[in-house]
């Protein structure tokens, strides 16, 4: 079995760090007190979990099914790295308003807003189903590497929300100037069209 663990993990790595709707809602919380920072980011991740079962699931079935379907979703996902890295290139330096937080009410209400901020977005699902299938082996069984990969990829943001927030107010103040954002987001979009070329050239 051979994984392509060098593109996937930098592709990875660079999907974690771009801030979404979830960083938005944990840092707010964090901000707030760090109980309730990691109460957001574990119903961010449970969101996460409930994705990677799905695409590991998904995926596997496809590939045993239609072999051939996993070229197609790599072609998918080419386009989709392309398409992620020219927005995030379009949108630097924006700042995005994200999902108002309010004082938490209770653990459960904050765990749950995490939960849906995840599951109901549909960027965190076509990032496993079109990430995943760029490092497979289509000539390995689909299960056990789809499987490895998802759980990559959760403890991967598991782990950036373990940074994030006991430094919440550092990062909040680094991405709240203009021209570092611009600069950071930047880098963000280049290296995912940089990998979407060399994805589909290689």
Known sequence: MHIAWGSFLLALLVIVLVPGPDFVLVTRNAANGARWGWLAAAGVTSGLLLHAMAATAGLSALVVTVPAALLVVKVIGVAYLAWMGLQILRKS??????????????????????????????????????????????????????????????????????????????????????????????????????????????
């Open 93 to 202: 330096g924006v700042v995005s308003a994200g999902p108002e937080v309010d004082l938490p009410r209770s653990g459960g209400a904050v765990f749950l807003r995490g939960l849906l901020t995840d599951v109901l977005n549909p960027k965190v699902m076509l990032t496993f189903l079109t990430l995943l299938p760029q490092a497979m082996d289509p000539a390995a069984e689909p299960v056990t590497q789809a499987a490895l990969l998802s759980g990559v990829a959760v403890s991967a943001f598991a782990a950036w929300w373990l940074a994030v927030v006991p430094s919440v107010r550092w990062l909040s103040a680094f991405l709240a100037d203009p021209r570092r954002r611009k600069a950071f987001e930047r880098c963000c979009g280049g290296a995912l069209l940089a990998m979407a070329t060399a994805i589909a050239v290689g």
